[in-house]
């Protein structure tokens, strides 16, 4: 299994983005997919997670409300949909596979991921 993320980009204070998980080498129908956040040098934040019956967990109360997570099985992708983005969430974003069908309590249990897509928000 590999997990490609895109979509990142240059936004502005304010701005929106989609981000996009596409898996390649296997099916992506039988996993929770999440997504976490993280700077060079710095912890990683862990942001949200769908189960494969769609069930939301999320980690992070600093983006709950300003962030929505979505699956496409049929297509085997994952989107991350962030609004009113704040320039702090400037880093690279990763999706990644839980190894069970349910989220895990904790976004440590993400345990495969992509290489990342960086964010930037700023003026």
């Known amino acids: 299994l590999r997990l490609a993320e895109s979509g990142g980009d240059l936004v502005q204070p304010g701005g929106s983005l989609r981000l996009s998980c596409i898996a390649s080498g296997s099916t992506l129908d039988i996993y929770a997919i999440g997504w976490f956040r993280q700077a060079p040098g710095k912890e990683r934040e862990g942001l949200s997670c769908?189960?494969?019956?769609?069930?939301?967990?999320n980690y992070s109360d600093s983006v709950e409300g300003r962030i929505t997570v979505a699956r496409d099985d049929a297509k085997n992708t994952a989107a991350l949909q962030m609004n009113s983005l704040k320039p702090e969430a400037t880093t690279t974003y990763y999706c990644?596979?839980?190894?069970?069908?349910?989220?895990?309590?904790?976004?440590?249990?993400?345990?495969?991921w992509g290489e990342g897509t960086l964010v930037t928000v700023s003026s």
């Open positions: 990644a596979i839980a190894p069970s069908a349910k989220c895990p309590r904790n976004h440590s249990g993400l345990s495969f």
């Open positions: 769908i189960s494969t019956n769609g069930d939301i967990t």
